[in-house]
């Protein structure tokens, strides 16, 4: 059985870091095959990406808000991905939600479509607050 899990997520101040972990299990193919997506939602607001990492194809892609800020980073031997967060800003507050994607979808060079996405996890609260 897939299973995304998040997990990290917490209060921080402006300005600090936080590391997010998604760990996925029960897939056929290893880690490497599959798009990883990041996105978040902030109260009363729609699900935006974040960013998204696609292995076999070379492709990255962040958001305007938080390139420089935010990287992704994969640790196949323990099927985590990884997303760091730095110089956080009150805006960053949210649910953040890690998905997969079949490789040649979901990722592309200019942006991270969600639709794409096939298993989500239950997300993590980010609070970035004084």
């Known amino acids: 059985q897939v299973k995304v899990v998040e997990s990290g997520g917490g209060l921080v101040q402006p300005g600090g870091s936080l590391t997010l972990s998604c760990t996925a299990s029960?897939?056929?193919?290893?880690?490497?095959?599959?798009?990883i997506g990041w996105f978040r939602q902030a109260p009363g607001k729609r699900r935006e990406a974040v960013g998204c990492?696609?292995?076999?194809?070379?492709?990255?892609y962040y958001a305007d808000s938080v390139k420089g800020r935010f990287t992704i980073a994969r640790d196949n031997a323990r099927n985590k991905v990884y997303l760091q967060l730095n110089n956080l800003k009150p805006d960053d507050t949210g649910v953040y939600y890690c998905?997969?994607?079949?490789?040649?979808?979901?990722?592309?060079?200019?942006?991270?479509?969600?639709?794409?996405?096939?298993?989500w996890g239950q997300g993590t609260q980010v609070t970035v607050s004084s």
């Open positions: 990492n696609n292995k076999m194809s070379g492709v990255e």
């Open positions: 029960g897939f056929t193919l290893e880690l490497d095959y599959y798009a």
């Open positions: 998905a997969t994607a079949d490789s040649g979808y979901g990722c592309y060079d200019s942006r991270s479509v969600s639709s794409d996405y096939d298993h």
